[in-house]
């Protein structure tokens, strides 16, 4: 298949193309856009045409000395933690609502970098706008506790905010990072936002819209540059208090053993290679369509996509012809053309892992059910691949691939089921497609991951908590367990 590829930027809203003119990707620090210390640049590249679009700072050491010393001194004068609680929840309202005023520019941002089909950026827009604004009304809202102890004394559990925290992100969701920097300063923390090296843009937008909003300059910060280069001087720096990290297993081992050296805490949320696993008493053609769709969007590059299709043996041939059908229509090409559902991978670098994967697939011997190859002259496409006759100890069913690729297993009841959906180092999540209630609650019950859709999958909003068990890592984001993520208990004995 031939992808055109006309410039990405003739898509682009006139607000976009003004807030790109002549913009330098930089850091951010104090509350202004610098270069790096040593001048160095990356390019950015749009994945739909491999062209470079901008230009991002490549940050070194004296960079993170020079981010992580604005967010400590931020911290340590407490020009953000000691404003009151309702004067915090308004800034950060405000901040939501300049995050929403400006979703046209975060999406084309998330497009031109990530290349995520522009219908996908929305979500990512409301996510980004909805979970700043639940997290604005938290300052308030963080309440210690008083333990009984015997008279003469009082005793407090206070929550205190952790310091500096290091917000490290992987690119396949820029916009809805937000969401963690809203968390992060609710619960009166600075931060400093490392940037994926793939997708620097949207975050130099939020660290500006922040101090629009009245956060203190310093308060928010964010560092460019490679993993190698600055992840682990960041990771490790004195300055850095707490360590939230969203990206590979691979990374994130990498990150708590750097941390071990300097003791810092770390939340670890890593990848997936979850379960879709679906019984035959469904709606064949609509739960079809929902599987494809949890690996089809966001060309699969998403951590909790259902890459691991699980189908009763007494449907699996029809509901395998089901989906093949439904992805029949998909069309490939630039992530902005709305005639477009299925865009780029992100870079040359997970194409050609991609491409390598379904290498592996069929030298170890599966069926192939659709059958898809690389397309398209200057983008990063891929089409979609469906193996059938997968066996779940192949590479293809153990290891996260990361793109429009999805294995079918079949299975011959509830625990064998369950047997095999848990039969994978990661635990991030699952879906359970059946219409017997009592079933489902086995299932929820059975399943060894950090979260569970009935009949349902990839529903998100910022209230529920998101995070995975086993080599999906440890801590969670989002609702409560956020804001308890990112403070500490500070006790307290009064003498009467
Ligand atoms: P990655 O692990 O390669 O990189 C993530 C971030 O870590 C980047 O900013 C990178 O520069 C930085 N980094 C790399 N090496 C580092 C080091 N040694 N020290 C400190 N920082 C370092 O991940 P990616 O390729 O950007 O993203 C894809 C991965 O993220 C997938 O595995 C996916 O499942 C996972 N992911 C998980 C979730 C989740 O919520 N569980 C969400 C999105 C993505």
């Known amino acids: 298949m031939t992808i055109e590829a006309p410039s990405t930027l003739s898509y682009l809203a006139p607000e976009t193309t003004g807030y790109l003119s002549g913009k330098l990707f930089g850091h951010v620090v104090d ?31 004296a960079d993170v000395d020079r981010v992580v010393g604005s967010a400590r001194a931020a911290f340590d004068d407490g020009r953000w933690r000691n404003l009151g609680p309702l004067e915090k929840e308004q800034r950060l309202h405000r901040f939501s609502r300049l995050i929403d005023e400006h979703r046209t520019v975060f999406g084309d941002l998330d497009a031109v970098d990530a290349g995520l089909l522009r219908s996908y950026t929305r979500f990512l827009e409301d996510f980004g706008v909805n979970a700043t604004a639940y997290f604005a009304g938290w300052p308030s809202k963080i309440l210690g506790t008083i333990p009984p102890v015997p008279a003469g004394l009082t005793a407090q559990h206070r929550r205190v905010p952790r310091g500096v925290v290091a917000l490290v992100v992987p690119w396949n969701g820029p916009t809805a990072v937000v969401a963690f920097a809203a968390a992060i300063m609710a619960a009166g923390n600075s931060l400093v936002l490392k940037a994926a090296e793939n997708t620097p843009m949207s975050a130099v937008l939020m660290a500006e819209l922040a101090v629009e909003a009245g956060i203190p300059p310093g308060v928010f910060n964010v560092l460019q540059g490679t993993g190698a280069e600055v992840g682990e001087a960041l990771v490790t720096h004195p300055g850095t208090d707490f360590v939230m990290f969203t990206g590979s297993a691979a990374t994130g081992r990498a990150i708590q053993r750097a941390a071990a050296t300097t003791l810092t805490p770390v939340s670890l ?43 009763q043996r007494s449907i699996h041939d029809e509901f395998v012809a089901s989906m093949v059908e439904a992805s029949r229509s998909v069309r490939l090409g630039n992530a902005f053309d709305p005639a477009s559902t299925l865009g780029p991978l992100v870079s040359r670098a997970q194409l050609d892992r991609v491409a390598s994967y379904v290498e592996i697939g069929k030298a170890e011997g599966v069926d192939v059910a659709l059958d898809g190859g690389l397309a398209g002259d200057g983008g990063f496409f891929h089409e979609p691949v469906i193996f059938t ?23 011959d009841d509830e625990a064998d089921a369950l047997r095999i959906g848990n039969d994978v180092e990661f635990g991030l999540a699952a879906g359970v497609f059946t219409n017997d209630l009592r079933r489902s609650q086995r299932m929820i019950d059975g399943l060894d991951v950090g979260t569970v859709w009935v009949n349902t999958y990839q529903a998100g909003y910022p209230t529920v908590s998101y995070g995975g068990v086993k080599q999906s890592g440890y801590g969670r984001t989002l609702g409560e367990e956020m804001i308890h993520e990112l403070t500490h208990v500070k006790s307290v004995w009064i003498s009467a």
């Open 389 to 411: 006759g997968v066996r779940n100890d192949m590479r293809i069913a153990q290891e996260e691939i990361f793109g429009p690729v999805m294995s079918v297993i079949p299975f």
């Open 269 to 311: 949320e890593l990848g997936g290679k979850s379960p879709f696993i679906v019984f035959d008493d469904v709606d064949i053609a609509a739960t079809a369509a929902a599987a494809t769709a949890s690996v089809w969007s966001g060309q699969g590059q998403v951590c909790t996509a259902g890459s691991r299709v699980l189908v």
């Open 31 to 61: 509350g202004a856009v610098v270069e790096s210390v040593d001048g160095r640049t990356m390019p950015v590249i749009d994945p739909s045409t491999g062209l470079e679009v901008a230009t991002a700072a490549r940050g070194a050491q």
